[in-house]
């Protein structure tokens, strides 16, 4: 998986799962609302909304590659 999916994956996470700040997550910004908080919305992410913009693979496949970076 690309860094760039990786990064669509993470702030589309954010966005579902995240506490609501006000500031949506891009895939350029998604980092700086916390890397434990975007790891945690990804978990959550994926055991809720497989199929519906990314499966649960690519969800879990693109949190392996932040928790091991």
Sequence with gaps: MN???SQAIAASAYNVCGPKTGEAATPRNVWTFGR???L???ARYADVHDGELFTRD???A???LH???
């Design 36 to 38: 434990n908080v975007v």
């Design 40 to 42: 945690d919305c990804m």
């Design 67 to 69: 928790v091991n970076s």
């Design 62 to 64: 693109a949190r392996n």
């Design 3 to 5: 860094r760039d999916k």
């Design 58 to 60: 690519e969800i879990i």
